[in-house]
């Protein structure tokens, strides 16, 4: 295509996705545009065409088969909440934003299979909420839940505070309708526990970070409503007693644990010190906490009694040193509401390195010894902020500047260095960089470091095989 | 190459295997080979030049390349158990069998990560003695657990009788090493719950039947030992009565229910007449029962408490209308007795039509109803053998010959068309003609009935990138 011939071949194509989607669907005035073309932190700019908000599948595979025709790139966005940029357009723009937000009909409940099928564009917390009004769980559940789409909770393969007990996004989704690169549509929109009728197809789109094909709809698992919930802050004395704690809790109550956080004492002063109406959760301060909660459907049951119990013999035992258990719900808001506000806390304290890894639960306690000491080695005084979904083996794991030093510069000169501490700690013990937030753009060149060839070769072969002509969100992931 | 090449380049081809596996880990004498050549049922014959039986990762892989550069045809093969032929060569020979059974080591257990690490050649029984060793639940159980094979079970995404609480294989898989269709080793074995580094490839692999590559290892989620358990055979009015009976129960108990199984009267029958030892269940004969089996961690809990008075609410709704709860481990037993033994006394009875299906759940009344009225429309008299996985959705839904009629004769003449009626039902209602049974050369053709064009097309898509000689167990699924 030449550079003149361009604008007038351009026109052609919004022209013709205007035709599809209508005038409200169809945004390409530049201040409009301006929302949908950098992520909400602000990290990622980009440029594009237009962005087309197409109202059904069938309008999502027309302005598909009409980019496929012409070679022009689609980036899929969702509720624009991700971490890695994945759904901001490249800089270099050509492309068209396609985002799916009014794509939001819930389409069934069918709570006797304990199913809810929905469109891609909904809302989490909707999804939640029509899940409640059935008597029903959908307990995907994270900190974007009221703003973010769940169509890009399955591209990215959403974790949350749920995982342990219910699994990622992957583990709650029993089937996809996804337009595919070339513009067809792919109906695997089932509602089954059980299928083995050929390759399970939807595993291949859930994750993909729309390089792969767009997801229209889905249908998911929802699970029975907790009725009773236990929920303590624990004191252990090192990340060690955290993981035997955990152990024992399991032994002793089962896979009733649905959330099991670690919680660095640098991180509670963080808390205290930004954020206004919380203190100190327990008489002392102590170097780490335990955030742990259990659930279960039936009332009047066990539960409270069995978890004391295994508390009593973890402190017996050493690796619990003080524990509040909460008597009423304010208490339990106020416990959850250390562990959920510590990113707003650590951003409010300064410009800090964020790590989202994973690494086997066993391998924790020596992670963190050995990055801390790394890190201090290379870095004197540079402060770690260590907090997250322990149970899954989930640390986000940030860096910070040493007391004193200018945050901004501390982050521009040693980025990579601290990085490469970090991650490469976490490749040492077996881990992933990236726990639940994603490649996208941000860890796109990070993965090629720890990939194998075979590996990354596969991943290319897939994306060949489903995009022959690169046109699904390139630039992100491979 | 021509017809006089061949023998000499076979002999080449087995002589370089052989100079890898060794002379234990080489089958050409044709007697030796009998057993690898034909499935346990005895339903699927084929040929082969040989049998390989490598005995580690590197062997398999050296022994791919051979393959590869020659194009011969490899069939994996576990313990042999498949039900649908997925293991059995092809008639037309000319291939290798490459059988795992001697890669049967555990290679780690991280008691604390709840994982376990083991060879694909490694007896699911012995996964689980050695989880239970260890304090820790494998909860993969099915029929063959004392001779199948962990890589044929997951080749296979296999389900059994905890599927309902802890899911399939699938589900039960963390990470997997396998060597891919050109020799090369893709090294996934990795014990982690979260990990979004790009496309989850060990996905592709699982329940793709040795189609894309072959599994050498994986790392399996383990879970924490049930130590107390609650079974109850109750009897219900109707399927309708079972599937709100696993609400209500759901409502009352969580996710503590780990089986859930509907039996038919004729199926109780069957058993009480070819299953010595067996007895009528309860005091009345009913026209439909529920195995229903309870399970949590904690002894001393309220668990049976909560059951029983969730079966009292049952009773009093009308859904069940006797029941009889196991008092001690002989009586569990012998519940479960009933219900394992009904595919023994089925063979008993006479051939018959095998179905292994799945619908949603909510549906599952509907389906029992309309293809019950359409066999009987079709063929007065046929029998229905219907029992299964009634909490996954997954009925095993066997037909037999009107009383009287030679069974062969009825099952030669009837079979495409009783196939038909059951097939289609299933497809109205939104489910799969093969739920955990797999496709092998059993479902092949069925499927492209079922399938859509973009689903078989993405399909051949992902063989050929991943398997572009086609030499990856031809013939099988696709």
Known sequence: MTGSAR?????????????????QGLITDHRDLEPYLADWR????????????????????AVVRICAETSTAIVPQGGNTGMSGAATPPATGGGIVLQLGRMNRILELDALNNTITVEAGCILANIQQAARSAGRLFPLSLGAEGSCLIGGNLATNAGGINVLRYGNARDLTLGLRVVLPDGRVWDGLRGLRKD?????????????EGTLGIITAAVLKLFPVPRT????????????????????LRDECGDRISAFEIISRRCVELVLKHIPGTREPLARAHPWYVLAELAEASEGGSLQ???????????ERGLVLDAA????????????????????????????????VSIPVSRIPDFIVEAGVALEHAHPGA??????????GNLHYNVTAPAGLPAAAFVEREMSAVNRIVHDGVARLGGSISAEHGVGQ?????????????????????????????????GKVL
Chains 1, 2 share one sequence.
């Open 7 to 23: 604008p007038a071949a351009t026109a052609s194509v919004l022209e013709r996705i205007g035709a599809i989607v209508g005038p």
């Open 42 to 61: 602000g990290f990622y700019h980009g440029a594009a065409l237009a962005v087309a908000r197409p109202a059904s599948s069938d309008q999502v595979a």
């Open 196 to 208: 083995n009728t050929g390759y399970d197809l939807k595993q291949i789109f859930i994750g993909s």
């Open 229 to 248: 919930t236990v929920t303590a802050l624990a004191a252990v004395p090192a990340p060690a007693a955290a993981v035997d704690l955990l152990s024992l």
């Open 305 to 315: 009694r069995e978890f004391e119990r295994a508390m009593e013999r973890a402190g």
């Open 325 to 356: 258990i909460a008597a009423s719900g304010a208490q339990r808001e106020a416990l959850w509401r250390i562990r959920e506000t510590i990113p707003e806390a650590s951003r409010v304290e300064g410009l800090l390195y964020r790590h989202d």
């Open 383 to 392: 402060r770690v902020i260590c907090f997250g979904h322990l149970g899954d």
């Open 442 to 474: 941000l860890r796109r060149e990070e993965i090629r470091r720890y990939k194998s060839a075979a590996e990354l070769d596969l991943m290319r072969a897939v994306k060949r095989a489903l995009d022959p002509l690169g046109i699904m969100n390139p």
